[in-house]
C-alpha cells in the first residue's frame, strides 16, 4: 500500500473527514473475522448496513457478528490511521502519556515495596529494641516500687515494734507503780483506820464518861436521901473528861457539817476556835447554797466570802437570790467553777453573764431559768463554755432563735448532754432546727409547759440529734402520734408526756417496734390511751416504771396483757391512780406476775374490795402504796399490816377506816416487828 505520508493534505483531510480508514477497518475485520464464502456480497452488506447506520456510528466490530465478536481490548480508536500513515508521528500523545504513566506507575511500585521491605525490617528491629528497653525499665519500676513498699512496711513494722516496746516497758513500769501504790495505799489504809479505830474509841469512851457523869449530875439531886457516894462513882466524876469534837477525823468533821445550812455553818464558826478551824475545811466550801439565806445575808458578806474561797468553790446556788451586778460579778474570780445556779434571779443580766464567761471557763452545768437574759448570753455560752454539758433555759424568754443559732458558734456548744427549754414559746420550729445544728450530742431534753410546741418542732430536733435517750413533754397538747414515729431514730430510755389527748394507742405501737431499751414511761392524764397500749408495752424487757395514771380507759383485760409478757417481772413502780375500770382481778395479777414491785398507787380504784386487798399482801417486795379514795375497810388494813416490808401506807379518803382500826393495824404491826411509820388517818 502506497504511503500517504507524503501525500497531499487535502487527500488527507478527504480521509479524514469521510471515515474512509474507519470503514475500511469495519470491513477488512469483518471480512477476516467471518470469512464470508462470497466476500463481495458480504461487502455490499456491510457498506448497506454502515450507510443505514451512519458514518458517525460507526464502528471497527461493526461489520462482525454478534456471537463471533472477540473479546479484546482496543488502546487507540482505530489502526488504519498508522496504516495508512496519515499521522506525522507513529505514537499519539495520548499513548505517550499513557506508556509513561504505566512505567512510572510500575516503577514507583517497585522501588516502593522494596523499601517497605527495608523499612519494615528496620522498623521491627527499632520496635523490638524499644520493647527490650521498656520491659527493662518496667521492670526496674516495678522492682524500685516493690523494694519502696517493702522498706515503708519494714519502717512502719520497726515503728511499730519500738511502740510496742515502749508499750510494754511503760505498762511494766505501771504495773511496778500500782504494786508500789497498793502496797502502800493498804498500809496507810491499815494506819488511818487503826488511828481512826482509836481516835473512835477514845471518843466513845469520854461519851460513855460523860453521859455517867450526867447520871451523876441526875443522881446528885438526890443527894439528901443518898448522902453517902460509892468509891466508883467519885472515880467516875473525877476522870469524866469533856468531848471535844475537832478530835474527830475530817471525813467525819465533813460528814456532820454538811448536814448543816451556810448559817448553821457560820453560827458554829463562832462558837470557839477549834470550831472555827473546823468550819474552815476547804471541802466544806466546794458547795456554798446561798438561797437558803437569800433574805439574811448581806451582799458584803457574800463578795467576801467568794474572794476567800475563789479557788476552792465548786458549786454555787443563787436560786432567787436578789442581789447587785456587782455581786454576780464577783463569781467571775471563781476559776474552779463547774457549777452555776441563778435560776430566778431577776437582777442577773446579759452583763453580768459577760464577767462570769470571761473568769469562769470551766462550768460543766449551767442554769439560767426564768432570768432577763437575750440573744447576749446566747453569743457567749459556745465562746467561753467549751465544756458546757447541762444547761438549763426554762422560762427565758427574750431570747429569739437568733440567739439559739449563735450556739454554733466558734466551738459550739457540740458537748452539751442535757437542756432544759420549758415555757420558751418563742421558739419556732427554724429555732429547733438552729438547735440541731448545734447541739448534736443531746441525751436529755426537757420541754414543759410550751403550748406552741408541734410535730414539725420535734422533727426538726430529732433530724440530727440522734443520742436522745430522755425525753420529758408535758403541758404540750399539739404533740400527737407523728412525734414518736420521728423519735424513731432515737435510742430512748425515758419518755414522759403528760396532759396530752392526742397520744394515741398508734403511738405505743412506735414504742414495742423502735424502743426496746425503756425504762421509764410517764403518760399520765392521756386520755387516748386503751388496753391495746398495754398490750404493745407487754414485750419491753428494761422497763421498771410505768406511770398511766388519770388514763381512764385502762381495764383489767389491758392490765392482763401487759402482766403476761416479760415487762411484769422486772416492774418496780406502777401508778394507776383514777384508772376506775380496775378491779381485784388486776391486783391478782399482780400478786402472780411483779416479784420486784416496790411502789404501787391504786388511787380511787373504786371496784377495789377487800379481797383485791388481800391478795396486795403477795407481793412480797411491796414498799410503798396508795390506797386512797378505794372501798377498804378496818378488815383490810388489818390485812396489810401483816405486810413484813411494806413502810409507807396512804389511806386517805378512805371513809371506812375509823381510829380504831389504825390502832388495830400499828399493834398488828408492832406484833410483825415490822411497824408503818406514815399512815395518814382517813378524812371522815
Given at each position: 500500500m502506497a504511503s500517504l505520508r507524503n501525500a497531499n493534505p487535502r487527500l488527507k483531510n478527504y480521509f479524514k473527514e469521510n471515515y474512509i480508514p474507519q470503514v475500511c477497518e469495519a470491513l477488512l475485520c469483518g471480512i477476516l473475522v467471518t470469512c464470508p464464502e462470497d466476500p463481495l456480497r458480504y461487502l455490499e452488506g456491510m457498506i448497506m448496513v454502515i450507510i443505514k447506520s451512519g458514518l458517525q456510528n460507526l464502528l471497527w466490530d461493526m461489520c462482525i457478528t454478534p456471537s463471533m465478536k472477540p473479546n479484546i481490548r482496543r488502546l487507540s480508536?482505530?489502526?488504519?490511521?498508522?496504516?495508512?500513515e496519515l499521522d506525522d508521528q507513529l505514537m499519539t500523545p495520548e499513548l505517550m502519556i499513557k506508556a509513561c504513566s504505566f512505567y512510572t506507575g510500575h516503577l514507583v511500585k517497585t522501588h516502593f515495596c522494596t523499601w517497605r521491605d527495608i523499612a519494615r525490617t528496620n522498623e521491627n528491629v527499632v520496635l523490638a529494641e524499644k520493647m527490650n528497653r521498656a520491659v527493662?525499665?518496667?521492670?526496674?519500676?516495678?522492682?524500685?516500687?516493690?523494694?519502696?513498699?517493702?522498706?515503708?512496711?519494714?519502717?512502719?513494722?520497726?515503728?511499730?515494734?519500738?511502740?510496742?516496746?515502749?508499750?510494754?516497758?511503760?505498762?511494766?513500769?505501771?504495773?511496778?507503780?500500782?504494786?508500789?501504790?497498793?502496797?502502800?495505799?493498804?498500809?496507810?489504809?491499815?494506819?488511818?483506820?487503826?488511828?481512826?479505830?482509836?481516835?473512835?474509841?477514845?471518843?466513845?469512851?469520854?461519851?460513855?464518861?460523860?453521859?455517867?457523869?450526867?447520871?451523876?449530875?441526875?443522881?446528885?439531886?438526890?443527894?439528901?436521901?443518898?448522902?453517902?457516894?460509892s468509891s466508883?462513882?467519885?472515880?467516875?466524876?473525877?476522870?469524866?473528861?469533856?468531848?471535844?469534837?475537832?478530835?474527830?477525823?475530817?471525813?467525819?468533821?465533813?460528814?456532820?457539817?454538811?448536814?448543816?445550812?451556810?448559817?448553821?455553818?457560820?453560827?458554829?464558826?463562832?462558837?470557839?476556835?477549834?470550831?472555827?478551824?473546823?468550819?474552815?475545811?476547804?471541802?466544806?466550801?466546794?458547795?456554798?447554797?446561798?438561797?437558803?439565806?437569800?433574805?439574811?445575808?448581806?451582799?458584803?458578806?457574800?463578795?467576801?466570802?467568794?474572794?476567800?474561797?475563789?479557788?476552792?468553790?465548786?458549786?454555787?446556788?443563787?436560786?432567787?437570790?436578789?442581789?447587785?451586778?456587782?455581786?454576780?460579778?464577783?463569781?467571775?474570780?471563781?476559776?474552779?467553777?463547774?457549777?452555776?445556779?441563778?435560776?430566778?434571779?431577776?437582777?442577773?443580766?446579759?452583763?453580768?453573764?459577760?464577767?462570769?464567761?470571761?473568769?469562769?471557763?470551766?462550768?460543766?452545768?449551767?442554769?439560767?431559768?426564768?432570768?432577763?437574759?437575750?440573744?447576749?448570753?446566747?453569743?457567749?455560752?459556745?465562746?467561753?463554755?467549751?465544756?458546757?454539758?447541762?444547761?438549763?433555759?426554762?422560762?427565758?424568754?427574750?431570747?429569739?432563735?437568733?440567739?439559739?443559732?449563735?450556739?454554733?458558734?466558734?466551738?459550739?456548744?457540740?458537748?452539751?448532754?442535757?437542756?432544759?427549754?420549758?415555757?420558751?414559746t418563742q421558739i419556732s420550729v427554724q429555732g429547733f432546727r438552729y438547735i440541731a445544728n448545734s447541739c448534736t450530742g443531746i441525751m436529755h431534753l426537757t420541754i414543759n409547759d410550751m403550748p406552741t410546741l408541734t410535730d414539725n418542732c420535734v422533727k426538726a430536733l430529732v433530724e440530727k440529734c440522734s443520742r436522745i435517750t430522755s425525753l420529758v413533754f408535758t403541758g404540750a397538747p399539739h404533740i400527737s402520734d407523728c412525734t414518736f414515729r420521728a423519735l424513731s431514730a432515737c435510742k430512748l430510755r425515758k419518755i414522759r408526756f403528760e396532759g396530752n389527748k392526742r397520744v394515741t394507742d398508734a403511738s405505743f405501737k412506735f414504742i414495742d417496734k423502735n424502743y426496746p431499751n425503756l425504762s421509764h414511761i410517764y403518760m399520765a392524764d392521756c386520755k387516748g390511751i386503751t388496753d391495746s397500749s398495754l398490750r404493745s408495752l407487754s414485750p419491753l424487757k428494761q422497763l421498771t416504771v410505768l406511770n398511766l395514771a388519770n388514763c381512764v380507759r385502762i381495764g383489767?383485760?389491758?392490765?392482763?396483757?401487759?402482766?403476761?409478757?416479760?415487762?411484769?417481772?422486772?416492774?418496780?413502780?406502777?401508778?394507776?391512780?383514777?384508772?376506775?375500770?380496775?378491779?381485784?382481778?388486776?391486783?391478782?395479777k399482780l400478786s402472780e406476775r411483779c416479784p420486784n414491785l416496790n411502789y404501787l398507787s391504786l388511787r380511787n380504784c373504786e371496784h377495789l374490795t377487800a379481797q383485791g386487798i388481800g391478795y396486795i399482801v403477795n407481793i412480797f417486795s411491796l414498799v410503798s402504796i396508795d390506797l386512797s379514795g378505794t372501798d377498804i375497810s378496818?378488815?383490810?388494813?388489818?390485812?396489810?399490816?401483816?405486810?413484813?416490808?411494806?413502810?409507807?401506807?396512804?389511806?386517805?379518803?378512805?371513809?371506812?377506816?375509823?381510829?380504831?382500826?389504825?390502832?388495830?393495824?400499828?399493834?398488828?404491826?408492832?406484833?410483825?416487828?415490822?411497824?408503818?411509820?406514815?399512815?395518814p388517818i382517813a378524812d371522815y
Open positions: 480508536e482505530t489502526y488504519l490511521e498508522q496504516l495508512f527493662t525499665c518496667y521492670n526496674f519500676r516495678l522492682q524500685k516500687s516493690v523494694f519502696h513498699h517493702w522498706h515503708s512496711y519494714m519502717e512502719d513494722q520497726k515503728e511499730k515494734l519500738k511502740n510496742m516496746l515502749l508499750r510494754i516497758q511503760q505498762i511494766i513500769y505501771c504495773h511496778k507503780l500500782t504494786i508500789i501504790l497498793t502496797k502502800w495505799r493498804n498500809t496507810a489504809r491499815h494506819k488511818s483506820k487503826k488511828k481512826e479505830d482509836e481516835l473512835i474509841l477514845k471518843h466513845e469512851l469520854q461519851l460513855k464518861k460523860w453521859k455517867n457523869r450526867l447520871i451523876l449530875k441526875r443522881a446528885a439531886a438526890e443527894e439528901s436521901n443518898f448522902p453517902e457516894r466508883s462513882e467519885v472515880f467516875l466524876v473525877d476522870e469524866t473528861l469533856k468531848c471535844d469534837i475537832s478530835l474527830l477525823p475530817e471525813r467525819a468533821i465533813l460528814q456532820i457539817f454538811f448536814y448543816l445550812s451556810l448559817k448553821d455553818v457560820i453560827i458554829c464558826g463562832q462558837v470557839n476556835h477549834a470550831w472555827m478551824l473546823m468550819t474552815q475545811l476547804n471541802s466544806l466550801w466546794n458547795a456554798i447554797d446561798f438561797s437558803s439565806v437569800k433574805n439574811v445575808i448581806p451582799d458584803k458578806y457574800i463578795v467576801s466570802t467568794l474572794q476567800r474561797w475563789r479557788l476552792n468553790v465548786l458549786r454555787l446556788n443563787f436560786r432567787g437570790c436578789l442581789l447587785r451586778p456587782k455581786t454576780f460579778r464577783s463569781v467571775s474570780h471563781c476559776r474552779n467553777l463547774q457549777e452555776l445556779n441563778v435560776s430566778d434571779c431577776p437582777t442577773f443580766t446579759d452583763e453580768s453573764m459577760r464577767h462570769i464567761s470571761e473568769g469562769c471557763p470551766g462550768v460543766l452545768c449551767l442554769n439560767l431559768s426564768n432570768t432577763t437574759i437575750t440573744n447576749r448570753t446566747m453569743r457567749l455560752l459556745p465562746r467561753h463554755f467549751h465544756n458546757l454539758q447541762n444547761l438549763s433555759l426554762a422560762y427565758c424568754r427574750r431570747f429569739t432563735d437568733k440567739g439559739l443559732q449563735y450556739l454554733n458558734l466558734g466551738n459550739g456548744c457540740h458537748k452539751l448532754i442535757y437542756l432544759d427549754l420549758s415555757g420558751c383489767d383485760m389491758g392490765l392482763k396483757q401487759f402482766l403476761d409478757g416479760p415487762a411484769s417481772m422486772r416492774i418496780r413502780e406502777l401508778n394507776l391512780s383514777n384508772c376506775v375500770r380496775l378491779s381485784d382481778a388486776s391486783v391478782m378496818n378488815e383490810g388494813l388489818n390485812v396489810l399490816s401483816r405486810h413484813k416490808k411494806l413502810k409507807e401506807l396512804s389511806v386517805s379518803e378512805c371513809y371506812r377506816i375509823t381510829d380504831d382500826g389504825i390502832q388495830i393495824a400499828r399493834m398488828e404491826a408492832s406484833a410483825n416487828k415490822e411497824g408503818l411509820p406514815k399512815t
